[in-house]
């Protein structure tokens, strides 16, 4: 079956770095997508992979590996406005997202 | 430029109904991707079409149908409403649908069926 896996929850604070990972199972291979979406609205694009290695975009960086099904998105200089659910999507085979459940990420003075 | 719109932003029907949703994508971009996210979860994929032919199809029963226009716009249907379909019904348009460029997001329907 297709799966991604994600922590439900994770708690910062502003300043500091966090890693939030994202593991998956899917049937072929077309990328990997990052996704933030604040309570209410739509998702927004933060960061594609579909090479291995590090993807750096100002605060934010993706990084990718293909033999361990495994991704992560690193934000450093937290900022309270980065409170928000982050979303890791893998484009299969037929060229369908499959998402993961999100992560709430919680950022504390 | 206009973003990627839905119509309409709420809206609540009671069970056995049916309802139309629509969205019209980003101009240029010819693929509109349907999504359905209950609260607390992630999207889950609906339908895809391209070039007004659909490409792919989710785990979703017959009661969920879609259309292209030739203006690339969407509709979204949904007959016999049932309690679960309550959920906010993302649009997503790209270029060309594949992993090539994001897609980009509308707003969204808050669909509550009561």
């Known amino acids: 079956g297709q799966n991604i896996d994600q922590p439900t929850e994770m708690t910062a604070t502003e300043g500091a770095i966090v890693q939030i990972n994202c593991t998956y199972q899917?049937?072929?291979?077309?990328?990997l997508f990052w996704y933030q979406q604040h309570a209410g609205e739509a998702p927004t694009f933060l960061s594609y992979n579909v090479l291995d290695g590090l993807e750096e975009k100002g605060r934010f960086s993706s990084f990718l590996s293909r033999s361990k099904g495994y991704s992560y998105l690193l934000l450093k200089e937290l900022q309270m406005k980065d409170s928000a659910s982050y979303l890791c999507a893998v484009m299969g085979s037929n060229y369908q997202l499959i998402w993961g459940a999100g992560t709430k990420l919680i950022i504390k003075p | 430029d206009a973003g990627v719109t839905q119509s309409p932003t709420h809206l609540i029907k009671t069970r056995g109904q049916h309802v139309t949703l629509r969205c019209s994508p980003i101009?240029?971009?010819?693929?509109v991707s349907w999504y359905q996210q209950v609260l607390g979860q992630g999207p889950q994929f609906i339908f895809q079409?391209?070039?007004?032919?659909?490409?792919g199809r989710g785990n979703f029963p017959d009661r969920f149908s879609a259309r292209q226009f030739p203006n690339y716009s969407s509709e979204l249907n949904v007959n016999a409403l049932l309690l679960g379909d309550s959920a906010l019904y993302l649009c997503?348009?790209?270029?060309?649908?594949?992993?090539?460029?994001?897609?980009?997001f509308g707003p969204g329907t808050r669909l509550t069926v009561t």
């Open positions: 997503a348009s790209s270029p060309d649908g594949t992993a090539t460029y994001e897609q980009y």
């Open positions: 101009s240029g971009h010819k693929s």
């Open positions: 899917t049937s072929g291979f077309n990328g």
């Open positions: 079409y391209y070039e007004k032919e659909e490409r």
